[in-house]
């Protein structure tokens, strides 16, 4: 009898999805049903209802559609060209080139969207013309688009983070902005070191597969000991001497870029054309994740500011679903939905790294067959509780359920990044997922990564006194 409202809810739910009820619907009926277990008709369908209006009485939720509507400015506002011109500067001149741009304008685009389909659209129909231009295979390049799309959900401002802050009961959404830019740069130069070895290797053999990579990687290792240096300068000498080290450091970079502005006038005076066209661009992430950082506004309020000052830039250049789902989150708690689960999962084991392999696993797998929102609403609340037992912070489970669900936008059957990407590339998806599971590979290894190393995402809200 105890597990009768877990039966009910997964069976009707699993129902009503097979023979093609609408999600939204199905979780509102299967929601009902799980009531009637334990609630007279009446007040079930009352107390459901109140809870789904209630639900949506949320400030944060409002953020949503602004940053939705600022990536649509965005888009058609010409900024996305200026970002790929950007990329192509930092990243152009390696091998796989334009793959390397197409994933770095992807993090840069989704990051100050907020949306992932937005930026498997506006890059990757810029981008795929480019591509086929200089003879990259199709599929290859789709894969690319598909996979570095995801990297926006977890680079702030990230829509799916703020309903990961309402489904989780308030968790701080500026802790959540913060914990994913870690997590999101590692995904996405994971996936330019498999490009780079995919296209290595088919163009350059075993051999020069493996020296690229090895450049990359020692690229890579330099770059974030500099960063890692920078940051534990400030605790190990006083404020003055950080700054005096900062300064020389400053002094040298305009030393080399002058130098070699000096041997290569052409391209570097393309270069600062580039930096100054993407600049106000770029600043928009300073503005909104700066801003709430700072105290200056809430996300909601960043979002209004995001549209505003989109709709100055682009002038320059040229609601169902989250309340069945708020209510069904209550009638799990009422009916000690998570609490049975939690029980069943340490009935299995009560070792925490396999609790965690476990809940991915399943996450995995839900990913593949439901949409983001209604995954992160439905299975926050039935695994939470679970993972803060366990001594995980609820900011660094929101990262894990962002990095895991993501790999399913990439996935039939309802995949969208994976129609977006097909479409805009021209290619059909059974050609394209052979290319796409490498890719996997490298966002499930970036997965457990931040997963089991909690530092990754953790360090820099917690630097900060988040």
Known sequence: MEFL????????????????????????????????????????????????????????????????LAGNIMNKGGIAIRLIDFARVIVGRWPAGLAFVNVFANMLFGAISGSAAASASAIGSIMMPELNKEGYDKNFSAAVNITSATTGLSI??????????????????????????APGILTGLGIMAMALAMFSYKNFGFKGMVRNVSKFFAVLVALTLIVVGMIKVKTLVSPMAAQMIYGGLGTVFIGVFAWYASKHKQGAKRALKTFLRAFPSLMLLVI???????????????????VLYALILAFVYRELLVATCIGLSWIMAYENIPQNVSEALLALSDNKFVILLIINLILLFVGVFMDMTPAVLIFTPIFLPI????????????????????????????????????????VKIETVIKPLLPMFVVMIIALLLVTYIPEISMWLPNSLGF
């Not at 369908?45 to 939705?68: E, H």
């Not at 959540?176 to 830019?181: K, N, P, Q, R, T």
């Open 5 to 68: 409202g877990v039966i009910v809810l997964v069976v009707s739910f699993v129902f009503l999805l097979v023979i093609g009820v609408p999600i939204a619907f199905s979780i509102g009926i299967s929601g009902i049903l799980t009531m009637l277990v334990t609630i007279m008709p009446v007040p079930a369908a009352t107390t459901f209802a109140q809870r789904m209006a209630t639900g949506l009485d949320s400030f944060a939720l409002l953020a949503i559609p602004f940053f939705i």
């Open 288 to 306: 909104v994740i700066g801003g709430i950082v700072a105290g200056f506004f809430t996300a909601t309020e960043a979002s209004a500011v995001a």
């Open 387 to 426: 993972v803060t037992n366990l001594g995980l912070e609820p900011v660094h489970f929101g990262i894990i359920m962002v990095l895991n669900l993501s790999v399913g936008l990439g996935t039939p059957p309802v995949g969208s990044l994976l129609f977006i990407g097909c479409s805009v590339s021209d």
């Open 156 to 181: 702030p401002p990230s829509n799916i983070l703020i309903v990961y802050s309402l489904a989780s009961g308030g968790v701080s959404i500026t802790a959540l902005f913060l914990a994913g830019y």
